[in-house]
C-alpha cells in the first residue's frame, strides 16, 4: 500500500527527489515518514510529516539538508535530498502512522524501500 521510487546512484554532493505512492488509505489522515537502514545498522528516523502537513521533524544529521513534503491530493509523500553525503547511503523506507509522529513513529503501513547510493 505504500511504494517508494526515486532512489539511485548519485554523486556526493547531489540530489535525489524520494517519492512514496499510497494506496488502499485514506491518505489524508495519516502522518507520514521516511527512514533509512544502513547495512549492519538499525532503521533510523529521517523525516516525519504531520497529515495536514503542519508540522515537520528531521533528523539532526539531515536537517538544512533534506525536506519533506506531501500531496493529499496525489497521496504521495516526498523527500528532497539535497548536498548528498557518503553517509546518506541506505535502504529508505516510507512509513503511515494514525498516531506517532517525529521519532516515535511506529509505522501501520511500511513500503518496500528504495536504494539510495552516494558516491565518493
Keep these: 500500500q505504500l511504494q517508494a521510487s526515486g532512489g539511485g546512484l548519485v554523486q556526493v554532493g547531489g540530489s535525489l527527489r524520494l517519492s512514496c505512492a499510497a494506496s488502499g488509505l485514506t491518505f489524508r489522515r495519516y502522518h507520514m515518514g521516511w527512514f533509512r537502514q544502513a ?18 521533524h528531521y533528523a539532526d544529521s539531515v536537517k538544512g539538508r533534506f525536506t519533506i513534503s506531501r500531496s ?8 528532497q535530498m539535497n548536498s548528498l553525503k557518503p553517509e546518506d547511503t541506505a535502504t529508505y523506507f516510507c512509513a503511515a502512522d494514525l498516531i506517532h509522529f517525529g521519532p516515535a513513529m511506529r509505522g ?5 524501500g528504495t536504494q539510495v547510493t552516494v558516491s565518493s
Aim: charged share 20%; hydrophobic share 35%; glycine share 6%.
Design 39 to 56: 547495512p549492519g545498522k538499525e532503521r533510523e528516523f529521517v523525516a516525519t510529516i504531520t497529515d495536514s502537513a503542519i508540522i515537520t
Design 72 to 79: 493529499n491530493a496525489e497521496n504521495t509523500v516526498y523527500l
Design 108 to 112: 501501520n503501513y511500511w513500503g518496500q
